[in-house]
């Protein structure tokens, strides 16, 4: 098989007495849309955390495209084409959808940041910079399905809006990989399904692999494969959809969960 896009490699995370992720190997390659579930506090949203640079492991190495990857440095996780949205939304609440995808354009390699110069004489190249920025942010939300929210304040966004904005400004870094950390959640059933198909349109256009967190367990056995299951902070299983349903130890950590519904 070819390199993986992102390997994880014993990696261990410690708060205190707490190890949020025990020891946690696996891969991901290109094209998958890989998931991730377990229990509450089992250790997905942390690791996410560490992926993008928030949190540095205790322990353990994370390749990307081969390439070990810095510590602690959410920019360079960004330029290496990771993106990702969040599980409790991190938008500018005040500001337009637009200007929240404008904002997060200013992040991506397509747009280097202009001299302080030539921003405050609003040179010819500033202009135009600023122009298919403007353009580019209105593709984006054209793509996602909510160009006409573009000039509402976003705190007035119905909510599945507003997680399809987060999807824009995470698709504004031209990402390799996308991590979605519950991006269900709060959706209803027919939102949830326009995700699924957006997903899908995302990953033939743009070649875009996905990892997601998923509480919602028939979205996550329909869509991605493999599947990691977390427990405690530590690798459960990983394998198909099939494999990790019928794995005595990962019934067990469910039915010893009650926090899950679905
Ligand atoms: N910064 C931190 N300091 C201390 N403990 C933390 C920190 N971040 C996470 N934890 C702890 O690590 C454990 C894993 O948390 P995490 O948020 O990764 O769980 P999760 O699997 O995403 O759960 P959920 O399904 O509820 O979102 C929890 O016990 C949590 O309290
Ligand atoms: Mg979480």
């Known amino acids: 098989m070819s390199t993986p896009l992102l390997q994880f490699e014993s990696v261990s995370i410690q708060f205190g007495g707490l190890r949020a992720l025990d020891d946690v190997s696996f891969s991901i390659h290109e094209g998958q849309v890989f998931g991730i579930i377990g229990p509450n506090g089992a250790g997905k949203t942390t690791l996410f955390n560490v992926l993008t640079g928030i949190y540095r492991p205790t322990s353990g190495k994370i390749r990307f495209r081969g390439q070990e990857v810095p510590y602690g440095e959410p920019e360079s996780m960004a330029h290496l084409g990771i993106a990702r949205t969040f599980q409790n939304l991190r938008l500018f609440r005040e500001l337009s959808a637009l200007d929240n995808v404008l904002i997060a354009l200013d992040a ?136 990790v349903q019928n794995d005595e130890e990962v019934k067990n950590a469910y039915l010893g969960s009650r926090s899950h519904g679905k």
């Open 108 to 243: 991506s390699p397509d747009f280097p940041r202009p001299s302080r110069l030539s921003a405050v004489l609003r040179t010819n190249d500033y202009q135009d910079r600023e122009a298919r920025k403007l353009e580019r942010a209105m593709e984006l939300l054209r793509e996602i399905g909510i160009e006409r929210f573009a000039d509402q304040k976003t705190r007035q966004l119905p909510y599945g809006v507003q997680k399809r904005l987060e999807l824009a400004r995470a698709l504004a870094l031209q990402p390799k990989l996308i991590l979605l950390d519950e991006p269900a959640a709060g959706l209803n059933a027919q939102e949830t399904h326009e995700l699924l198909g957006l997903l899908g349109t995302l990953r033939e256009k743009h070649g875009i692999t996905f990892c997601l967190i998923e509480h919602d367990m028939k979205l996550v056995m329909g869509l991605c494969q493999p599947i990691l299951v977390l427990n405690f902070g530590k690798r459960l299983a990983c394998g198909t959809p099939a494999e």
